[in-house]
């Protein structure tokens, strides 16, 4: 008897507890449904996990052994691994994992919803990563959108970035290291502003960094404008700067000067008894 219809007929809420407290009887439907997709797929088990994003372990025990997803997630990347539609996404969901299925108004399940149309449409390039990415570039173009948002961002985002920068350069003294750098495009003014030895500012045209940030993130240049209107002006960072490396020109160019930069600050760091930042 179909699950569902099992808990329609309960009377008391003990009935309804009961049921779910059988587990073997809820997870044999998933390792069925997932028999018949991977048989659909005809592919291997190492190269539908690759689709999926999962291990060919996970697989290969739903498959023979039984169990389902433990999470949301699992059961989205399943989907975009199998080319379903949304709405075959979204019965999955609830069907098999008793999750909310793709709600549009959702900023993530919308990017999911995008991306599993193409797809399913053939366009094998828009999986689970490119959902991700896309959701990420969402968040960063509202974050950075006001000054409010960009504050609320560093809220959530700085105390475990300066633990995790905290815990390397233990590290990289720990080992000897002659030298530990920190970059980011958001120092000066963080909670991290003036930790460092020497701060290096690389300089670029507006436009030009507009047109990089474009090449790089696959985002509109308004967004990248924004992102480069919610950080200090360049000449502010490099008033506050002990060398500025003026990005104006090929990749070779930059690679050279970073490269001769470097090499003397290595060798200033060998002769100290720390490790500067």
Known sequence: MDKACEVARCETVDDVLALLDDRD???EPWQTFFADILDAS???YA??????GLSK?????????????KSRDTYIKVGFGAAMPPQAVSDMLSRYGGYCGLNP???????????LQRRAQGQMQYDYAAADALYRRLLADRAFATPEGKADLDAITHPAIVRRIEAARQAAQAAGSPLFVIDGAVLVGSVIDGIWDRLIVVTAPYEVSVARIVARDGIRPEMARRRLD???????LAARADIVLANDGTQEQLRRQAGALAARLLAEGERGTDCPV
């Open 25 to 27: 009887g809820w997870a």
């Open 42 to 44: 005809g592919l291997s």
């Open 47 to 52: 190269r539908f996990a690759a689709r999926c």
């Open 57 to 69: 372990n996970t697989v290969k025990r739903w498959r023979l052994e039984g169990g389902a997803p």
């Open 105 to 115: 108004r959702d900023a993530f399940d919308a990017c999911c919803v995008f991306c």
């Open 230 to 236: 919610a950080q200090l002006p360049e000449a502010a």
